[in-house]
């Protein structure tokens, strides 16, 4: 019988097809406790930001809008949402800064108000709440649990599951000591095209959201 010869501190074949086993293993009873029904659990998370950037990026094209992306999270932002001038050399761009947040724990109810929202972290509560001149907006996406479901298609549309909200959250305090502020997100405020350009009909007046 030949043996397989193996240097010190390296882990054999068997060791590391084990650990990949109790890596899936462990990704799987994740899935099953939060009760997502994922393509590929690996990727869930990924592709629910994904699924959230097409998302708005398709809103903001219906609306004439340009997505910048943030590639740095230094300020807390996702991106900007840019709507051009009317004409060239005429006035400045309209813009407002955009946190994206999706959830599948959520389903907002529109005979109610509001939701809940609740951040996984003070900071990302705070880049909002702070008075700013450019303005700043969190959309929520409320998204179902099985990722088959998020698209159905026919010859004539692409329907999203389910949609986004947007609230404006500057001024509001959490209090002291709280490290996962939760905040209420009014179901009256659909992200959507006709939502967008009013809102950039606003700043452009240099009214408040």
Request: with cysteine.
């Amino acid at each position: 019988m030949i043996e397989a010869l193996q240097e010190p501190g390296i882990p054999g074949p068997r060791v590391v097809a084990d650990a990949i086993t109790s890596a899936r293993e462990q990704v799987t009873v994740r899935t099953r406790q939060s009760r997502i029904e994922p393509v590929d659990a690996r990727t869930y998370t990924a592709l629910l930001e994904q699924l959230q950037e097409g998302f708005v990026a398709t809103v903001a094209a219906t609306a004439g809008c340009i997505v910048e992306s943030v590639k740095r999270d230094v300020y807390g932002f996702d991106g900007w949402l840019v709507r051009p001038p009317v004409s060239i050399g005429a006035g400045e761009e309209t813009m407002v800064a955009v946190q994206l947040k999706n959830t599948t724990t959520v389903r907002p109810d529109p005979a109610k108000g509001w939701f809940s929202y609740q951040f996984k972290d003070r900071r990302s509560f705070e880049v909002l709440a702070r008075p700013r001149r450019m303005k700043a907006i969190l959309l929520v996406m409320a998204t179902p649990p099985r990722q088959a479901s998020w698209t159905t298609s026919d010859h004539d549309s692409l329907r999203v599951e389910h949609c986004c909200y947007w609230a404006n959250l500057e001024g509001q305090e959490a209090a002291p000591g709280v490290k996962s502020p939760t905040v209420r997100v009014p179901t009256a405020n659909i992200f959507d095209a006709r939502s967008l350009t009013a809102m950039m009909d606003r700043l452009e007046r240099g009214e408040a959201l």
